[in-house]
């Protein structure tokens, strides 16, 4: 692969704080952002209305390409039109994050996809969160990065984003959820989650948001200043 626009890969387990500093990082370069778990909810979510099968690979890859979504980057976040239907706030529930990580497993999923994951490479550069940034969809990016933080830490996170979505949640179901998804997340057979060997690792766990950018943007191979 030789693409001149560089890509900046962010990895992690589910709550880590991929999306924060992604979000972050392409604001400060003034690069493009893809939320690739955002796809994955997406699709979970046209296979839940039309009451696929969860199991069914073949049917549900079919939902990935037939799937007409629109993604937009706006203030004050990122939108995702199904059909023309807004679904941005519909794909963050608990349940759609559980069929996502279903869905995720068949390779016919992927491949679908991918296409669409790579698409979002323009110019000037990319930063993409997910699971297999670094090591299936960008595998040349100019920096990879794997993010970690204790379990506690992300179900608070969950709960307090949850919560701005008016949406009350236990910290005990959200520790199993969360357990359960890392736990398929790693164990697929397709693109399973995993620090490849040339990423930086980073437990946010213990840093502000600025503190964990600043960390990512040193390691950057020219340290481009921020806008
Ligand atoms: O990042 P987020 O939690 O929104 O992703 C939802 C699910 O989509 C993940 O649990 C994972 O199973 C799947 N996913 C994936 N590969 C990616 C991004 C997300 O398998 N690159």
């Given at each position: ?6 890509a ?13 500093l992604?979000?972050?990082?392409a ?5 493009h952002?893809?939320?690739?778990g955002?796809?994955?909810r ?11 099968d ?9 939902a ?13 976040g ?19 994050g ?24 323009q110019?000037p ?32 996170r ?10 009350d ?10 357990t ?13 989650l ?12 213990a ?12 390691r950057?191979p020219?340290s481009?200043?921020?806008?």
């Amino acid at each position: 692969m030789d693409n001149p626009i560089p890509a900046i890969a962010i990895d992690g387990t589910a709550g880590s704080g991929k999306g924060t500093l992604a979000r972050e990082l392409a604001r400060e370069l003034g690069w493009h952002y893809l939320d690739s778990g955002a796809l994955y909810r997406a699709c979970a979510y046209t296979i839940l209305l039309q009451q696929i099968d969860l199991d069914d690979a073949r049917a549900c890859g079919k939902a990935a390409h037939d799937m007409e979504l629109e993604v937009r980057f706006e203030t004050p976040g990122l939108q995702l039109w199904l059909s023309g239907k807004d679904i941005s706030e519909q794909i963050r529930t608990p349940e759609v994050g559980a069929a996502s990580s279903s869905i995720a497993s068949h390779p016919e999923v992927r491949r679908e996809l991918l296409p669409r994951q790579r698409a979002a490479r323009q110019a000037p550069g990319l930063v993409a969160d997910g699971r297999d940034m670094a090591s299936v969809v960008f595998p040349d990016a100019v920096l990879k990065v794997f993010l970690t933080a204790s379990l506690e830490i992300r179900a608070q996170r969950r709960q307090a984003q949850l919560k701005a979505m008016g949406v009350d949640a236990k910290i005990g179901a959200l520790i199993q959820e969360l357990t359960l998804r890392d736990q398929q997340d790693m164990q697929r057979h397709a693109a399973p989650l995993i620090q490849t060997p040339d990423a930086f690792l980073l437990d946010t766990g213990a840093y502000s948001i600025e503190e964990v950018c600043a960390q990512v943007r040193a390691r950057l191979p020219d340290s481009p200043t921020p806008h």
